[in-house]
């Protein structure tokens, strides 16, 4: 009960209590009888099809173009989520940005090979690697520490930075011959 208490009081501050992927309670059926396991497991199921839509995709698209675009469409799906109060609406821009995500990162392999010289490319894709790593790191510190100022203050960088990225993505030097695998 100490526990329940002091959640409790944590989200009074923000008005509403906040609940999973900064959505209302009520938004995914949480304290209603809902099912936050089944959501989950909706959005886990959209990796699935991350691999039939990158494949094609970069072969119509080119992975520069396949980059730009799931970067710009995961923004717009987080930005989206500000404006959605349903949870099938939630759960659909959930799976919208996992598989977009997912693609993102699949093009950005063939991209980032693209204007590094052969001989270089395993040390490159390491320290990228390892750059990631780092990241991801330090954006769980302060996603949690911007989440304690306002719930929506890391949403909103995130879908800043996404469509932020889109765009540097688009200085990127094309070489065709490197990465239009198909």
């Known amino acids: 009960t100490h526990t329940h ?24 059926g949480v304290g209603q009888g809902g099912n936050v396991y089944l959501f989950t497991f909706i959005v886990t199921l959209s990796y699935f099809f991350t691999a039939l839509y990158s494949f094609f995709a970069t072969k119509f698209l080119g992975a520069q173009t396949l980059l730009i675009a799931a970067l710009v469409l995961c923004g717009i799906s987080v930005f989206g989520l500000f404006a959605v109060s349903s949870t099938a609406a939630t759960t659909a821009l959930s799976c919208l940005f996992t598989a977009l995500g997912s693609g993102a990162w699949t093009s950005l392999a063939a991209v ?21 790593r780092v990241g991801s ?5 302060v996603f949690g520490a911007l989440a304690s100022t306002s719930p ?3 949403l909103l960088f995130v879908a800043s930075f996404l469509i932020l990225a889109a765009g540097a993505a688009a200085f990127v030097p094309r070489n065709r011959a490197t990465y239009d695998l198909m």
């Open 5 to 28: 208490a002091h959640t409790t009081n944590q989200a009074s501050r923000f008005g509403r209590s906040w609940n999973f992927v900064f959505m209302p309670p009520s938004t995914l």
């Open 112 to 132: 980032a090979a693209g204007p590094i010289p052969t001989a270089n490319r395993g040390f490159a894709f390491g320290l990228l690697t390892g750059a990631g």
């Open 137 to 141: 790191i330090l954006s769980n510190v």
């Open 152 to 154: 929506a203050l890391p």
